[in-house]
């Protein structure tokens, strides 16, 4: 990144941080608690991308190289999961998961739209636009699954304690562990070609970066004499 991208880089992370923790605020203000939004993927995810961009705000105000694109990656894969499960699935009244909105505050819905909507958008741009291209590959996109399988063990098991589920698609009470099962594994592949998704656009900006010329007419085994 030259020294310019860094220095824009810088402010758009901190951005990322502040929406992240005004949203985690303002939510708080309504009915639901720091605590019980924390076993929400949607909690987890805006943390975790907050902090990765304030760690890359921080190595880029020092001239420091830019952490591992594999992680970036990643966090904004989760990050882009969030807002388009929220806005396909759970506010879509089309959707057979879709949540009851319930009625909220000004502050209560600014953060509401911050952690599904803003910073979703800012986390993808800052990728688009600062990110050095070419260093993803496509079985990275089976690796970003850790999280997302590790988060459905957590929500399982906790669900056995309190009896309660983040999520409509997550429910055993409502589903089963059938139906969650098949849920969890469509998501999955969903989940999966969203991180592909990632890959090809990383890679096609790599190459109109550098340029790449076209494809030559004659393939290379062909010489003056004809093929081989």
Do not use: C
């Amino acid at each position: 990144m030259t020294p310019r991208r860094r220095r824009l880089a810088i402010p758009f992370r901190l951005a990322v941080v502040l929406g992240v923790v005004a949203g985690i605020v303002l939510t708080a203000l309504g009915p639901a608690t720091v605590s019980g939004l924390l076993p929400y993927f949607t909690i987890q995810s805006n943390v975790a991308v907050a902090v990765f961009a304030g760690y890359a705000a921080w190595r880029a105000w020092q001239g420091r190289p830019e952490p591992p694109r594999a992680l970036k990656g990643a966090v904004t894969l989760y990050i882009t999961i969030t807002g388009t499960v929220y806005h396909l699935v759970l506010a879509n009244p089309a959707s057979p998961f879709a949540m009851v909105q319930p009625h909220r505050g000004p502050g209560e819905w600014w953060g509401n739209q911050l952690l599904h909507t803003v910073v979703p958008l800012l986390a993808i741009a800052d990728w688009a636009l600062f990110d050095r291209r070419g260093r993803l590959r496509p079985r990275y996109a089976a690796w970003w699954l850790a999280f997302p399988v590790a988060y459905l063990g957590f929500v399982l098991v906790r669900g056995l304690v309190v009896h309660r589920y983040p999520y409509p698609f997550l429910d055993v009470g409502r589903l089963g562990y059938g139906g969650v099962g098949f849920s969890a594994l469509a998501f999955a592949v969903a989940f999966w070609l969203l991180g592909l998704l990632f890959v090809g656009v990383d890679r096609g900006l790599a190459g109109r970066a550098r340029g790449v010329p076209p494809a030559p007419a004659v393939a290379p085994e062909e010489t003056a004499a004809g093929p081989r």
